[in-house]
């Protein structure tokens, strides 16, 4: 099966320019320019006069809420609208129910995903406080890695115990599997919220979100990420950076050589002053910062210290995103528009 795409503006590893893609067997075989017409006969050709030609995004941070929480989404009506996007591969969370800390809820993801998913998949395998062991029984060729949540989780995946970071760093090291971290310090969240219950009443009031998820819960908790990952060379991929302090942890020389970093969507277009408007709808974990942040952020994403952009996709119903910072839940769904919302970066902040 040969397939012609000719016409369209062709965008790709830094470069924009008129010309044809050659496909073969769903491979691209020849990318040409505009001077050099492919001479072949070709089953389809499509004409993308007037359009951009683009790479499919692989996003590498999704919760499509399957299995559990069917009532908000599931694999393939997320899937559908990632598509949609213009996304064409994801790694999904393993914060789902179950949770994805055995291989047979891992293994049940796979089926599930082969059965009604729209494009490519993998699955994240969620560490928690006791299942260190079951990381030497990953396909390190399957899965994108393990998630550590290093703050304030659902159920059992918080990881708190020190006993049990460094035997999760040191496996995954072993088996050449990264770790990636949501990091966020629970003590230092968990005496925010108490503070702010005190002053605000039971659910204070969701422009204090940043207070209470604040950037010292980050950046401690980040620290220790990165200080682990040097002590057991642990490739480390910091999820949803969201400050710019944490930004100074690639300062040291060796912390290039095992540490990236993420930036999701919601960080890199929103701060604590749009609360006063969207409210609970841009909750998330962890929270928007300041424009101080968000500047910097797209500082680095420009200069190459963050190395992907994710989009954190987390549906959730209307009815849930209501109330402050205790009672609203947190998440939004961004998939669907993430292309969109790239493109609109690139030519407004960097």
């Known amino acids: 099966m040969r397939k012609l795409i000719h016409g369209g503006t062709i965008v790709n590893e830094g470069q924009s320019f008129s010309g044809a893609i050659v496909i073969e067997d769903n491979r691209i075989a020849a990318i040409m320019p505009e001077n050099e017409p492919p001479r072949s006969n070709f089953d389809e050709i499509i004409d993308a006069t007037g359009c951009f030609v683009i790479p499919g995004i692989i996003d590498t941070h999704v919760h499509f809420r399957e299995p559990g929480m069917e009532d908000k989404a599931n694999i393939e009506s997320e899937s559908r609208a990632a598509a949609y996007g213009g996304v064409t591969s994801f790694f999904e969370m393993p914060n789902t129910n179950p949770q994805t800390t055995t291989i047979d809820a891992l293994n049940d993801k796979f089926e ?3 059965r009604s998913s729209h494009i490519n998949y993998s699955f994240f395998f969620g560490a928690t406080n006791a299942n260190s062991d079951t990381i030497t029984q990953l396909d390190k060729h399957l899965v994108p890695g393990v998630k550590l949540f290093m703050g304030a989780s659902t159920g059992n995946m918080l990881v708190d115990r020190r006993s049990a970071l460094e035997s999760i ?26 503070k702010a219950k ?14 209470i998820r604040s950037e010292k819960a980050c950046r401690e908790s980040s620290q220790l990420a990165v200080e682990l990952a040097l002590k057991h060379k ?9 400050t710019a302090r944490e930004l100074d942890l690639l300062q040291q020389p ?14 890199l277009y929103f701060t604590n002053d749009d609360y006063a408007v969207k409210r609970a709808l841009i909750k998330c974990n962890p929270s928007v910062k300041t424009a101080h942040d968000r500047a910097e952020l797209r500082r680095a ?10 989009t954190d996709h987390a549906p959730h119903l209307l009815s849930q995103k209501q109330g402050g910072c205790a009672c609203a839940t947190s998440g939004m769904p961004w998939c669907n528009s993430l292309y969109r919302r790239c493109w609109n ?4 902040a960097f």
Do not use: Q, W
């Not at 995954?172 to 230092?188: K, Q, Y």
């Not at 060796?254 to 960080?267: Q, S």
């Open 198 to 211: 005190a002053l605000y009443g039971d659910d204070p009031d969701i422009s204090h979100h940043y207070e």
């Open 234 to 242: 642990t490739r480390l991929h910091i999820a949803h950076l969201s």
């Open 301 to 310: 994403l420009a200069d190459g210290r963050i190395s992907t952009v994710s």
């Open 112 to 114: 599930r995903a082969k």
């Open 169 to 194: 760093f040191a496996t995954a090291a072993a088996e050449g599997l990264p770790v990636m971290t949501h990091c966020e310090d629970s003590g230092i969240i968990n005496e925010n919220m108490k």
């Open 345 to 348: 970066l690139s030519i407004t």
């Open 254 to 267: 060796p912390a290039r050589d095992f540490v990236t970093m993420e930036a999701v969507i919601a960080h």
